[in-house]
C-alpha cells in the first residue's frame, strides 16, 4: 500500500549544527511530496513541497529533493536554531486520491544552545 | 488573509456522548479535509468535502461523520464517544482538489473523552 516512513526522533542537535530527517515513501503512481511541522500546542504548518521528480523545495533555509530513483524526500537544514525545535512530518498526496494527505509517523527535533 | 479556524479548541465529554467539531476555511477555499491526531496512530486522514459533497473517507468507523455548507465550512461530528477517540482533530482546507494544491491546516481541537 502507499506508505511513508521516517527517521525515528527524538533528533537532538546543538545550534547551528547541521539537520537531516530522512523519509521514503511507498507510492503508486507519480505522488506530490510535502514536509510540515508542527509546534507544541499547534495544528501544522507547511514546511516546503515538490510535486515532481528532481524537484527541490525551500523554506526557511530548509531544503529536500524528491528523488524517484530511491524514493526519498529528505529534509536537510545547514544550520539549526533553538527555534526549529518542533516535530516535523513528512507526506504525500497521490493522483486520484485528491487532498488525501499520507503522513509518516513524525520526527521529533529538539535544538539546544 | 485569515487562517484556518477551528472551534472549539479545547473539549471534554464522556463516553456515550457525542460531539460536533467547526472549521471555517481559508476565505475561497472549497475544500475541507479533516485529519485525527493521536499519540499511537498518528495523523490519519477521515474525510474530505468539496462544493457540500464527500469526495474521500478514510477507514473510520460510521459514528464519524461530517458535512460541508454552502460558505464551505465543514462540520464533523462523532457519536456515541469511545475513550479511543481521544484525539487532536484537524482540519485542513485548499482552493481546489489538485494533486499539487497544497492543504492549510488549522490549530486543531483537542478532544478529551473520560
Known amino acids: 500500500g502507499n506508505s511513508v516512513t521516517q527517521m525515528e526522533g527524538p533528533v537532538t542537535l546543538s545550534e547551528e549544527a547541521f539537520l537531516t530527517i530522512n523519509c521514503t515513501y511507498t507510492?503508486?503512481?507519480?505522488?506530490?511530496l510535502f514536509w510540515y511541522v508542527q509546534y507544541p500546542g499547534e495544528g501544522l504548518q507547511l514546511l516546503l513541497k515538490a510535486t515532481k521528480a528532481d524537484d527541490k523545495g525551500s523554506n526557511k533555509g530548509f531544503e529536500a529533493t524528491y528523488r524517484k530513483e530511491t524514493t526519498s524526500f529528505h529534509l536537510e537544514k545547514g544550520s539549526v536554531q533553538v527555534s526549529d525545535s518542533a516535530v516535523y512530518f513528512c507526506?504525500?498526496?497521490?493522483?486520484?486520491?485528491?487532498?488525501?494527505?499520507?503522513f509518516g509517523a513524525g520526527t521529533r527535533l529538539a535544538v539546544h544552545p | 488573509k485569515a487562517g484556518v479556524t477551528q472551534t472549539p479548541r479545547y473539549l471534554i465529554k464522556t463516553r456515550g456522548q457525542q460531539v460536533t467539531l467547526s472549521c471555517s476555511p481559508i476565505s475561497g477555499h472549497r475544500s475541507v479535509s479533516w485529519y485525527q491526531q493521536t499519540p499511537g496512530q498518528g495523523l490519519q486522514f477521515l474525510f474530505e468535502?468539496?462544493?457540500?459533497?464527500?469526495?474521500n473517507k478514510g477507514n473510520f468507523p460510521g459514528r464519524f461523520s461530517g458535512r460541508q455548507f454552502s460558505n464551505s465550512r465543514s462540520e464533523m461530528n462523532v457519536s456515541t464517544l469511545e475513550l479511543g477517540d481521544s484525539a487532536l482533530y484537524l482540519c485542513?482546507?485548499?482552493?481546489?482538489?489538485?494533486?499539487?494544491?497544497?492543504?492549510?491546516f488549522g490549530p486543531g481541537t483537542r478532544l478529551l473523552v473520560l
Open positions: 485542513a482546507s485548499s482552493f481546489s482538489r489538485a494533486l499539487q494544491e497544497t492543504q492549510y
Open positions: 507510492a503508486t503512481g507519480y505522488p506530490s
Open positions: 468535502y468539496f462544493s457540500e459533497t464527500q469526495r
Open positions: 507526506a504525500l498526496s497521490l493522483s486520484g486520491g485528491y487532498n488525501k494527505l499520507i
